[in-house]
């Protein structure tokens, strides 16, 4: 597994990144920096032969410094962090134009809804797709999140989303796919005892094929229904 995040796919993929690696440096430069002291105090204040050991009641200034400093670090990470987050999480970011979405997990499957013809989802033209969910590039998708069970996280690392599925919630998340392709969709919570099942693919069409898709898939609906009335006749 790398530190390293995979290429992102998502509009707001390079803020995220961008706060990823500066609390990577940020930490990366601490740990370095306390590790090398202990190695050195380890070293220059070892046990030795004839020497007796110095009581130190400590000093207040050492202690003012390494409290103040991370809280400043931390601090400055937190407002730098702060568009971004309001970007991905405030439900008024979402562009108007997004597509709606239905994402319910359960153990251990993603069951996504997808408007039909009119668009709207919720009603008996909706489409439904078992762990595997069809977007268009370069149109805002925002889901409504659900859990059936336990508590689930949706995560596409490429679009850089990864939210918890809460039962008894309604929780949404949005995204824009900036390239067409197939991702992965994972759960990130430990769900159960086949969680590592729970995975998925995102496809992501050009605008004419995603339409050319939802069409099929509505007129597969319309013959199954011809079907199932003359059936009942």
Not at 122 to 150: F, Y
Request: aromatic share 12%.
């Amino acid at each position: 597994m790398s530190w390293m995040l995979p290429e992102s796919f998502s509009t707001f993929g390079p803020d995220v990144d961008f706060l990823y690696y500066a609390i990577l440096v940020v930490t990366g430069i601490v740990f370095v920096i306390t590790e090398a002291l202990l190695v050195y105090f380890v070293i220059r204040y070892r046990r030795r032969d004839g020497q007796k050991a110095t009581y130190i009641h400590g000093s207040t200034k050492a202690e003012i410094i390494w409290t103040t400093v991370p809280f400043i670090a931390v601090l400055g990470l937190a407002f730098i962090s702060i568009p971004s987050w309001n970007m991905m999480k405030n439900p008024d970011s979402v562009p108007a134009d997004a597509l709606d979405y239905i994402v319910n997990a359960k153990q251990f499957e993603w069951e996504i809804t997808y408007a039909g013809t009119d668009g709207v989802t919720g009603t008996a033209d909706d489409i439904s797709t078992i762990n595997i969910m069809h977007v268009p590039v370069n149109q805002a998708v925002n889901i409504t999140l659900r859990s059936e069970d336990v508590l689930h996280s949706f995560f596409l690392p490429e679009m850089r989303v990864k939210q918890d599925a809460v039962p008894g919630m309604d929780i949404t998340v949005w995204f824009e796919a900036t390239a067409a392709g197939a991702y992965p969709i994972g759960c990130a919570e430990l769900c159960g005892n086949l969680h590592t099942t729970m995975g998925g693919t995102l496809n992501v069409y050009e605008a004419a094929e995603f339409d050319a898709w939802v069409a099929s898939q509505s007129a597969d609906a319309d013959d199954a229904d011809d079907a199932d009335d003359q059936e009942d006749q």
